[in-house]
Structures are given as C-alpha cells and as structure tokens.
C-alpha cells in the first residue's frame, strides 16, 4: 500500500463522481485531503489562485494537485456556438492551466489532471470536450518540460466510462456496448481513477512526468475495424 501520510492534496471538483473516488483513495493513502467541491467552493475559470491559496492555508503546505473538475456537455457540431465551445475550452483547458501555476508557486512535487480517452479517440457531440482533453494531455507534457528542473512533475489520467448512480437506467444501450467492448468486461469505479492519480502522486512514480495513463479496462486496445 502506497503511505502519503502527512501529504496534502488539493482535489477539484471533489463534489463530483469521480472527485469523491480520489479524494476517497488519497485518504485511505494517509493523505490530508482538501476537497475543492464545485462551483460553491469557487469557479476555478475565475477563482484558481484563490482556490490553490485557500488550499495550502488550509495545513500550511501543499504537496499534490489532482485538476478534476471539468464538465462534459453533448453538443452537435454543427449546432455548437462559440460560447458552447469557449465555455468547455474555459473550464477543461484554461482552468487547469491557471490551478498548475498557482500550484507550482507553492511548489507542489506533483499535478494529475484528469483528462479523457476522449482526448485520443473523439466522440460525436464532444467536439468541444475532446479537444479540450486533448489539449490538457498536452499541457501536461509542456508543463512537464518547463516544471521539472524546480521538481515538479505534471501527468494525465486518462478515464474511460466510469460508473455513476443510475447510469445503467438511464443509458442502457451505452453501457452494454461499452462492456461488450472492454476487454476486462465492465465500467471503471471512480476509485479505479483514484488509485491512478494516488499512484501518480506517490514515490514510485517519481521518474514519470509527462505521461498520459489511460485508465480504461482496455477499451482502446480494441481494433475498430
Ligand atoms: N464520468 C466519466 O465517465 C468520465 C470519463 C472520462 C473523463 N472524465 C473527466 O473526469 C472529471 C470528473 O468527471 P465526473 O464524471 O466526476 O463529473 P461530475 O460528477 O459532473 O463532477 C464534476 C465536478 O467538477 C466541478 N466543476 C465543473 N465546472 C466547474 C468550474 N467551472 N469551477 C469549479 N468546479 C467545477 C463540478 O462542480 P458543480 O457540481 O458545482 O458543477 C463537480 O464537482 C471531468 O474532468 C471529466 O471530464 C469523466
């Protein structure tokens, strides 16, 4: 078992299904957990260096960074407006960009953003989000560039369908295809995620950065043709 005892992680959009699923696996690390929950506890478009001071003032020191908060709307393409585009691009890119900063001058050892493998392989309706996860994966390895000589290493986890509440009532058809496809047979658990984003923050990952860790029961390994 990985022991983060004494470690300090910030985790955004911790009210949501996969934040309460990291937030839950750092604890169950040994990690003091501050859950930044949603827009209540701050609109990280606007608020990301006061969420990120708010969080070290919390235990006087942060270690870690999970960038979870991000939204996920369905939108044709040739409908979407550039308000639609610009407010997923604003919440999923920018908003991530301007926490890593902030968390890079309290001098964090690690930031996970949780991206998508929607980043790699899009989906119809998810122009907007697949690009902006794109660009996330890509940020990462930027940041990893820039923020390694001060020590401060910046990854990806990269989730496939992750299990919510009612999803198999409200979207029967796409979660059979989703097992039908997935080798290991069934939908990620939140805390699959967080087990990726605790091992990430750990010691044992700490010659990897740059580095996009798809999470996926793997799905993408699957030809399509
Ligand atoms: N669910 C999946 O299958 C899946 C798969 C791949 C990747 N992901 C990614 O995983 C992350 C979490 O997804 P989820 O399914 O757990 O979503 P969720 O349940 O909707 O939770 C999203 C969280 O982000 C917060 N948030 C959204 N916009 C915000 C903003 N502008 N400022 C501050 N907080 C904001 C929400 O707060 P409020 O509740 O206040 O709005 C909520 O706490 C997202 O980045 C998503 O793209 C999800």
Redesign the pocket.
């Known amino acids: 078992m990985i022991d983060l005892s004494g470690r300090v992680v910030l985790v955004?959009?911790?009210?949501?299904?996969?934040?309460?699923g990291i937030a839950a696996r750092f604890e169950a690390a040994g990690a003091l957990v501050v859950r930044?929950?949603?827009?209540?506890?701050?609109?990280?478009?606007t608020?990301a260096d006061r969420?990120v001071s708010n969080a070290f003032g919390v235990h006087g020191r942060l270690d870690a960074v999970v960038?979870?908060?991000?939204?996920?709307p369905v939108e044709p393409l040739p409908d979407m407006t550039t308000g639609q585009w610009q407010s997923v691009v604003?919440?999923?890119l920018t908003?991530p960009f301007a926490v890593t900063q902030a968390a890079a001058r309290h001098q964090v050892s690690s930031i996970t953003h949780?991206?998508?493998?929607?980043g790699t392989h899009p989906a119809v309706g998810h122009a907007h989000?697949s690009a902006s996860?794109a660009a996330l994966i890509m940020h990462a390895r930027a940041a990893a560039l820039e923020y390694g000589p001060r020590g401060i290493r910046v990854n990806t986890v990269?989730?496939?369908?992750?299990a919510?509440p009612g999803i198999s009532e409200q979207w029967p058809e796409g979660v059979a295809r989703w097992e039908a496809a997935a080798p290991l047979g069934r939908?990620?658990t939140?805390e699959d995620?967080g087990n990726a984003c605790v091992f990430l923050a750990s010691e044992l990952a700490s010659w990897i950065t740059g580095h996009d860790l798809v999470v996926d029961g793997g799905v993408t390994s699957r030809p399509t043709w």
């Open positions: 955004t959009g911790a009210g949501g299904t996969i934040g309460a930044h929950r949603g827009l209540a506890d701050g609109d990280l478009r608020s969420v960038n979870n908060a991000g939204v996920q604003d919440t999923n908003a949780i991206a998508s493998i929607e989000y996860k990269s989730p496939g369908l992750i919510r939908l990620g939140p995620i």
